[in-house]
């Protein structure tokens, strides 16, 4: 089935290192996103790209950064990681095809900075 | 831009029992409106949706209402069953950029 992946799936670092997340799909779909997800905060949209020349900021970009390596690649990189972007990290994809674009998720990658 | 909020961030109902959770948006353009549920350790996934000519949308269980004059909507659940214990999110589509704009989750947690 086609399908959204997230590596690595769980990671620990310490304050200051830089980390890259990596998403990949294989349904298709232009659009890719990057939200973070906090207790009580709900899923807010860290960075999206609506084909491989398209990168938009979201609601809190700052402290990240993204590549569109490739239609099915969207990567989020922490270049030095701090303790406040402890948090789970999901991946998401949709099809612009129509006005409403239903995401789909990857399975998150639990981040961890100490 | 859309700024969505909702509530309750924590909900118990009685097994059998209906559960309601209400989310306002603040964009009067906005014309996608969404819920997502999450179970422990799960992805989100899309449960329904409802689109800004509609008022109602059901399915088996589960409905949305939406208000667009008072630019609030409602995800309805009922005869609340265990499986049914999980996040649950309601979201906008951004009118300007066409991306989705999430609320805050609410924990539904149903009690045999």
């Known amino acids: 089935d086609a399908d959204v992946t997230q590596t690595p799936r769980n990671r620990i670092t310490k304050t200051g290192k830089r980390i890259m997340l990596e998403c990949s799909q294989t349904?298709?779909?232009?659009?890719m996103y990057w939200y973070r997800q906090d207790p009580g905060l709900g899923l807010r949209l860290i960075y999206y790209?609506?084909?491989?020349?398209?990168?938009n900021k979201g609601e809190i970009s700052d402290g990240y950064s993204v590549s569109r390596q490739a239609q099915a690649k969207f990567s989020l990189s922490l270049e030095s990681a701090i303790p406040n972007q402890t948090a789970l990290y999901f991946c998401?994809?949709?099809?612009?095809?129509?006005?409403?674009?239903?995401?789909?998720f990857g399975p998150g990658t639990r981040l961890t900075v100490l | 831009g859309e700024n969505v909020e909702q509530h309750p961030s924590t909900l118990s109902v009685q097994e059998g029992d209906s559960a309601v959770i209400k989310c306002t948006y603040s964009?009067?353009?906005?014309?996608?409106f969404p819920w997502y549920k999450q179970e422990l350790g799960k992805r989100p996934q899309l449960i329904i949706d409802?689109?800004?000519?509609?008022g109602e949308k059901k399915d088996q269980r589960i409905a949305v209402t939406l208000n667009k004059t008072a630019k609030h909507f409602s995800l309805h659940i009922t005869e609340t069953q265990p499986e049914d214990s999980a996040v649950y999110f309601c979201?906008?589509?951004?009118?300007?950029?066409?991306?989705?704009?999430f609320g805050s989750g609410t924990r539904l947690s149903i009690r045999p």
């Open positions: 998401a994809t949709s099809d612009p095809g129509g006005s409403y674009n239903e995401q789909f």
């Open positions: 349904k298709g779909h232009d659009r």
């Open positions: 790209s609506f084909d491989v020349k398209d990168i």
């Open positions: 964009d009067s353009a906005s014309n996608y």
């Open positions: 409802i689109r800004s000519n509609v």
């Open positions: 979201a906008a589509r951004e009118s300007s950029a066409s991306k989705i704009i």
